[in-house]
């Protein structure tokens, strides 16, 4: 079945250096791959979303990656600060109902 | 703040109670989707409701069951609760039924715990 795998499941960088968050699709069809970012105690937010007809995007300090033909897309965090420790979730989708999250990054970034 | 609202913020029942889960969209949306969040696994989608319809089916058990109001609200109800059914619930909104570009919102999730 569909599946979305992502690595690490726990990541801890020093601030200031950069974090890499790696997420594989199994469904040739998915064409929409959002990231959202949990912080305790509340519900996933959007931060960055990508679609299949775009290799990169950027927005600030985060970026994500995708490549369709091995099918992984990655973020990119760069210039970490305290505020970006969260479970950060990789999705792939082909419309809304049908979204496939990974299964989450633990991030902690150390001051 | 995401614009979906949902409460109970916590809940905390016995094993074979019943319990409903509210959920209010974003103002305009007309899709809701509610999500089971365990421990050790990721988001698993139960059910969507679009315009008051019932849209696509996940992973939802026979014991729950769910329905979108006419003012587009929606209710998750929980029924026969096992220790299992202990989670996050959330709830996410969108603007249309579902389609490729449309962005999913959620809401800060129930905490049931079931003892």
């Known amino acids: 079945g569909e599946n979305v795998e992502q690595h690490p499941s726990t990541l801890s960088v020093q601030e200031g250096d950069s974090a890499v968050i790696k997420c594989t699709y199994s469904?040739?069809?998915?064409?929409?791959f959002p990231w959202y970012k949990q912080e305790l105690g509340k519900g996933p937010q959007l931060i960055i979303d990508?679609?299949?007809?775009?290799g990169e995007k950027k927005d600030q300090r985060i970026a994500v990656t995708l490549n369709k033909t091995a099918k992984h897309f990655s973020l990119h965090i760069t210039e970490t600060q305290p505020e970006d420790s969260a479970v950060y979730f990789c999705?792939?989708?082909?419309?809304?109902?049908?979204?496939?999250f990974g299964t989450g990054t633990r991030l902690k970034v150390l001051a | 703040d995401s614009g979906v609202t949902q409460t109970p913020k916590h809940l905390i029942t016995a094993t074979g109670q019943r319990v409903t889960l509210r959920c209010s969209p974003r103002?305009?949306?007309?899709?809701v989707y509610w999500y089971q969040q365990s421990l050790d696994q990721g988001l698993q989608f139960l059910i969507q409701?679009?315009?008051?319809?019932?849209?696509a089916k996940g992973n939802i058990l026979e014991r729950f069951s769910a329905q979108q109001f006419p003012d587009l609200h929606s209710e998750l109800n929980l029924s026969s609760l096992e220790l299992g059914d202990s989670a996050l619930y959330f709830c996410?909104?969108?603007?249309?039924?579902?389609?490729?570009?449309?962005?999913?919102?959620f809401g800060s999730g129930t905490q049931l715990s079931v003892l």
């Open positions: 996410a909104s969108s603007v249309g039924g579902g389609g490729a570009k449309e962005k999913l919102f």
């Open positions: 469904d040739s069809a998915s064409n929409y």
């Open positions: 990508i679609r299949s007809n775009v």
């Open positions: 999705a792939a989708s082909q419309g809304t109902y049908k979204y496939i």
């Open positions: 103002s305009g949306d007309l899709s």
């Open positions: 409701y679009y315009n008051g319809e019932e849209r």
